[in-house]
């Protein structure tokens, strides 16, 4: 696996499950994977808009590096369970959860503090806003939040609109939200491309 720094996460799924689904792959041909160490997490849930960037200097700052390793590697098992769960319920019916993963992805859930404040509106206007998020007192609270993309995806998302890209070595998954339902590709740029250039060599060489 190649070191992702200087790479950014592709952020293609139009869901931040999916694209969490996605810290790891090789679009470029080497595996990167994302989500490496500690780090690596913080960065990739700040690209994916899943904690703030003042929340994660401060969390940075305050959660020894070690604990924030552990956590990498609980997102990591957290990936590959999600993965499979997809995989599973790929263009089935609707989304089916086990007893155990239902009580494994609400104990995650449950262990998160949601906080609101309200503060002075940063428009420029003179009005207020509301701000809430979830309180990152441990590193394990690090994956609160994305276990609530995980089931937000669950209960808002037609499982049979879930997919994997259609290119054949790719592994990226995302939700079409396309008008009419047909998106193949996670990305025109990756593969999307490639295989327009791959057909199109097909029929020169078959003429």
Not at 35 to 40: E, L, N, V
Not at 149 to 166: G, K, P, V, Y
Request: with cysteine.
């Amino acid at each position: 696996m190649t070191d992702p720094a200087g790479t950014p996460p592709i952020l293609i799924a139009d869901h931040p499950a999916l694209d969490f689904l996605n810290s790891i792959g090789a679009p470029h041909g080497t595996e990167i994977e994302w989500i490496a160490d500690g780090p690596a997490l913080i960065s990739w849930m700040t690209a994916a808009g899943v904690l703030g960037e003042a929340q994660a200097a401060d969390v940075v700052a305050r959660i020894p590096a070690k604990d924030l390793n552990e956590a990498a590697a609980q997102a990591r098992e957290l990936r590959e369970w999600f993965r499979a769960l997809v995989i599973r319920q790929d263009g089935g019916p609707g989304w089916q959860l086990t007893a155990e993963e239902l009580e494994g992805i609400n104990n995650l859930m449950s262990a998160g503090t949601y906080r609101y404040r309200l503060l002075p509106d940063d428009t420029g206007s003179a009005g207020l806003r509301l701000q809430g998020g979830y309180e990152i007192r441990t590193a394990a609270d690090l994956l609160v939040p994305i276990a609530q993309q995980i089931s937000e995806l669950l209960t808002e998302t037609d499982c049979r609109l879930t997919r994997n890209c259609a290119g054949p070595n790719c592994t990226f998954w995302f939700t079409d939200v396309t008008k009419n339902r047909k998106r193949r590709w996670c990305d025109m740029k990756l593969c999307g491309n490639r295989a327009k250039t791959a057909a199109f060599r097909e029929r020169k060489r078959k003429a």
